[in-house]
């Protein structure tokens, strides 16, 4: 049972008075997903020794997620388990983890430099490790179980091996011949790399074509560079000793003056970018576009400016206002008031209408549609929040009248708007309607998300609460005692502990289990028991269900 326990290392920490090692399976701080989780204290864990029981799992990265260890629990059927570091807490100590879902070690090479600079130091800088795969938020936390669990490959650069823990230091760089030098790690591991020493061996970028004269709207494709060796002659420019090594290069259009452009290039491990100033054509004319608008018309939003015309340059969307002209507007029928390709809405009274707009001999059609009131963006089923990973979807769409819904025939496009960190693998749309996967999310804590809907008439936003499942907590209120007399009045109320709340709610996903209160009056949440010649042990259980997430609470006590 025992013969698949992960090699984990004791880590000592002090609570209060009470200084107690903790010991993880057979001593390995770095635990799969996939295994069993043994806690044991004061020596490790083995056949002879009993594991540690009472010991609660509590993710050092949201609290909210805590989970009760048995004497051995097996990690794979924990619900909702996320990787990240955990701390044990126990009554004999504490001790960090790391859980990973694969806890087998991969080979790390992405600090090997391109250059090597003789000048320079690169203090603790390793070439390749071997190590878990994990996330980097995760190192502020757990840096130091990484550390231990982490393997160093036997490295060479040419025919100069690097020293234990294949650090890059500067006596093995010192060694190395100037230009091209080959480097291995391990078995899986081999690429070139260069070793300069300003300015005797140093290398440059150069312009492939000197003296070209580019399209503006071809720069990016057109425009070219090479690294070369500084000793390469001029006059050869990139046909001679060209080294592979890539070069990303940038300019602004912003910055054109007359027909010129800066463009900046820069090579990695390379603090000298080369910028060269390029002679350009402007050939990206600009079009007029002008697109057909649906427009409802709500109370209260008149003056508001919609933009039925514009200048778009080609290619791309850029747009030179010092290439364009003004735009003048007439519409038929009139009564539309412009203001360089901007419609204002300026009537107080409107009727179904369709207006032909033109505008530089260009036209569109815009069409009307009134309305008594706002247009909100509602979502069935109607509720105050969603759980990840139920299996009920959600839908959303416009309070139309009937009239604007025979009108809008397409489904509202819709997304969640998520910030860049954030990775939701359990929200999923199709078209308007929300799926919740698995509750496999970055942030547990967060409970609020915003809601974004299009049709080819509105754009509308709405706010929605996710809870995680981890972080509900099952409440029965009341005197809980184990024992009770005969003769007096019991009562109890099952409620939900929401986050962010610090009073428990009613809810209507939670019930008492019937065959546990059979005695007992229940009315909705609340269930109520004269004891009045009463005897026995009662266990009444209350329960949460939310498809198909499911838990339950119990109150154990006898009555003499």
């Not at 850029?318 to 901007?342: A, Q």
């Amino acid at each position: 049972m025992y013969n698949s326990l992960l090699l984990l290392f004791c880590f000592t920490v002090t609570i209060s008075v009470i200084n107690a090692e903790l010991f993880v399976n057979d001593r390995d701080s770095v635990v799969s997903a996939e295994h069993n989780l043994l806690v044991c204290s004061r020596q490790p864990c083995s056949m002879k020794f009993h594991a540690t029981t009472g010991c609660m799992l509590v993710s050092a990265t949201e609290p909210n997620i805590r989970v009760p260890l048995k004497k051995l629990t097996n990690l794979r059927f924990v619900p909702n388990l996320i990787p990240g570091p955990y701390w044990i807490t126990c009554g004999e100590g504490q001790k960090l983890i790391l859980i990973v879902r694969d806890s087998s070690l991969h080979l790390d090479c992405s600090a090997v430099p391109a250059l090597i600079d003789q000048n320079l130091s690169y203090p603790n800088s390793r070439l390749c490790v071997y190590r878990p795969k994990l996330r980097t938020e995760w190192m502020k936390f757990a840096g130091s179980i990484v550390e231990q669990a982490t393997e160093f490959p036997k490295c060479m650069i040419g025919r100069f091996p690097a020293n234990t823990g294949s650090l890059l230091t500067l006596s093995l760089i010192q060694r190395l011949p100037f230009g091209k030098s080959n480097i291995t790690c391990g078995q899986q591991h081999s690429q070139t790399i260069r070793v300069i020493h300003p300015p005797r061996r140093e290398v440059e970028i150069r312009e492939r074509t000197p003296g070209a004269v580019y399209k503006l709207s071809r720069l990016d494709s057109d425009f070219s560079v090479c690294v070369v060796w500084t000793s390469t002659p001029t006059e050869t420019g990139c046909s001679f000793d060209e080294l592979s090594i890539s070069a990303d290069c940038s300019y602004s259009v912003n910055e054109v003056v007359g027909s010129h452009v800066d463009v900046t290039c820069s090579i990695p491990d390379h603090n000298v970018p080369r910028r060269f100033t390029v002679e350009v054509l402007i050939d990206r004319p600009v079009l007029l576009v002008c697109n057909d608008m649906n427009i409802i018309v709500e109370p209260n939003n008149y003056r508001k400016r919609y933009t039925i015309c514009d200048w778009h340059a080609v290619p791309g969307e850029d747009k030179y206002s010092k290439w364009t002209i003004p735009l003048v507007c007439t519409s038929y029928p009139s009564g539309l008031v412009f203001t360089d390709g901007t419609m204002m809405l300026n009537q107080s009274i409107f009727e179904d209408m369709t207006y032909t707009v033109e505008c530089n001999n260009e036209t569109a059609i815009a069409r009307f549609y009134p309305t008594d009131g706002y247009v909100s963006l509602l979502v069935e089923p109607t509720q105050s929040y969603f759980l990840f990973g139920q299996s009920g979807p959600a839908k959303f769409y416009f309070n139309y009248t009937r009239h604007l819904r025979s009108l809008a025939k397409d489904r509202l496009t819709c997304t969640v708007i998520l910030k860049p960190e954030e990775n939701i693998d359990g929200f999923r749309f199709i078209g308007d309607t929300l799926l919740f996967g698995h509750s496999n999310v970055s942030n547990t804590l967060r409970t609020n998300y915003r809601v974004k809907c299009a049709d080819e008439f509105l754009e509308r936003w709405t706010n929605i609460t996710v809870y995680h499942p981890l972080n509900l907590q099952l409440v029965i209120e009341g005197e809980r005692r184990s024992i009770y007399f005969s003769g007096i009045f019991l009562s109890f109320s099952c409620k939900i502990q929401f986050p962010n709340s610090n009073v428990p709610s009613s809810d209507p996903h939670v019930y008492w289990e019937p065959g546990s209160v059979h005695s007992f009056t229940v009315t909705e949440y609340n269930i109520t028991l004269d004891t009045q010649n009463m005897r026995g042990v009662f266990r009444p259980t209350c329960i949460y269900h939310y498809d198909p997430h499911e838990m339950n609470e119990s109150v154990y006590f006898m009555i003499y």
